[in-house]
C-alpha cells in the first residue's frame, strides 16, 4: 500500500533557447573544471612564463629607454613557445576527460534522451576545451601585449592592436585544432589516463615520422602536415616573426581542426543515434 504522498508541480521557469542549450553544457564543464584544485595549481604553474617575460619585458624596454639600443627581442615567439608546451600538457590532463567521462558514466544517454542533439553537445565540449586553452594561451599573452604597450614610449596604438590581433588570431586556431583532436581521441572510451598518454605519444611520435621523413625526401616543408607540433610553431612564426612562407602551415592548422571535427560530429551522431 501506499505510505508517502508526493506533488509534482510543473517548471514555470525560463527555458533555455533549442539553439542556446550548448551554454548548459559549457558551464558545467568550467564549472567542474575550475572547482578541481589541481586545475588552480596548474593555472598558477602555466601563467609563470608570461609573468617572467613580462618582467624580462619591462627591464628591456627600461634598458632600451635609458641607454637608446636597439634591441629586438621575439617576446611573443617564446612565449607562445612556452604557453603550447603548457597547452599540451593541459589537454592530456583535463581535457581527455570531457567525452570518455560521460561515456563511462553513462551520462551520454542522459543528454540525447534530453532535448540536447550531437551538434549542441560538440559544441558544449569544444567551447569548455577551447576556453580552457585560452586560459592558458590568449589571456597570458594578451596580458603581456598590455604591459608592453603601457611601458613602452615608443610602441604606438596601431602596433599594439598588431599584436593583440596576432594573440588572438594564434591562440584561437591552436584552441580549436588541439581542443578538436583531444575531444575526439577522448570519444574513443578509453580511460583519461590512456587518452591523456595516447595525446601525448602522438606528438614524440609524429614529430619522429616527420623528422625521418624531412630528412630522407629532401627537407620538404610539406610534411609540416604530418606534426602538430610543426603546425602550431608554424603559425607562431607566421604571426610574430612575419615568415610569410608559413602561412600553410596556419591554413592546414585550422583545415585539420575543421576535419577532425566533422569527424567527431559524426561519431556523436552515432552515439546519439545508438540511443535514440
Not at 542522459?110 to 586560459?135: N, S
Not at 586556431?173 to 605519444?201: D, E, K, P, Q
Request: charged share 15%; hydrophobic share 50%.
Amino acid at each position: 500500500m501506499s505510505i508517502y504522498v508526493r506533488r509534482f508541480s510543473r517548471y514555470e521557469g525560463k527555458l533555455e533557447p533549442p539553439r542556446g542549450r550548448f551554454r548548459v553544457i559549457l558551464l558545467a564543464e568550467l564549472r567542474r573544471i575550475f572547482a578541481d584544485k589541481w586545475w588552480r595549481r596548474f593555472l598558477f604553474g602555466a601563467a609563470m612564463p608570461a609573468v617572467m617575460m613580462a618582467g624580462w619585458l619591462y627591464l628591456m624596454t627600461t634598458f632600451q629607454e635609458a641607454t637608446g639600443a636597439e634591441l629586438d627581442f621575439p617576446f611573443f615567439s617564446v612565449l607562445f613557445g612556452w604557453q603550447f608546451s603548457w597547452l599540451g600538457i593541459m589537454q592530456a590532463w583535463f581535457g581527455a576527460s570531457m567525452i570518455t567521462g560521460d561515456m563511462q558514466t553513462k551520462a551520454l544517454s542522459l543528454y540525447f534522451t534530453r532535448p540536447i542533439d550531437a551538434t549542441q553537445y560538440l559544441l558544449g565540449k569544444l567551447g569548455a576545451t577551447m576556453a580552457l586553452a585560452l586560459t592558458i594561451t590568449w589571456i597570458p599573452s594578451l596580458l603581456v601585449a598590455v604591459v608592453q604597450y603601457s611601458v613602452a614610449d615608443h610602441l604606438t596604438f596601431g602596433a599594439f592592436a598588431e599584436n593583440v590581433w596576432s594573440i588572438t588570431a594564434c591562440s584561437m586556431g591552436a584552441a580549436f585544432t588541439t581542443s578538436a583532436l583531444i575531444l575526439l581521441l577522448s570519444s574513443t572510451g578509453l580511460s583519461a589516463r590512456y587518452v591523456g598518454i595516447t595525446w601525448l605519444g602522438a606528438f614524440v611520435f609524429l614529430e619522429a615520422i616527420r623528422g625521418i621523413l624531412y630528412e630522407s625526401t629532401g627537407r620538404s616543408e610539406a610534411l609540416d602536415v604530418l606534426s602538430l607540433a610543426r603546425l602550431l610553431s608554424g603559425s607562431v612564426e607566421y604571426y610574430f616573426l612575419g615568415a610569410s612562407h608559413k602561412l600553410g602551415s596556419v591554413i592546414t592548422l585550422w583545415g585539420v581542426g575543421a576535419l577532425l571535427t566533422l569527424i567527431l560530429r559524426i561519431r556523436l551522431s552515432g552515439f546519439e543515434k545508438a540511443r535514440s
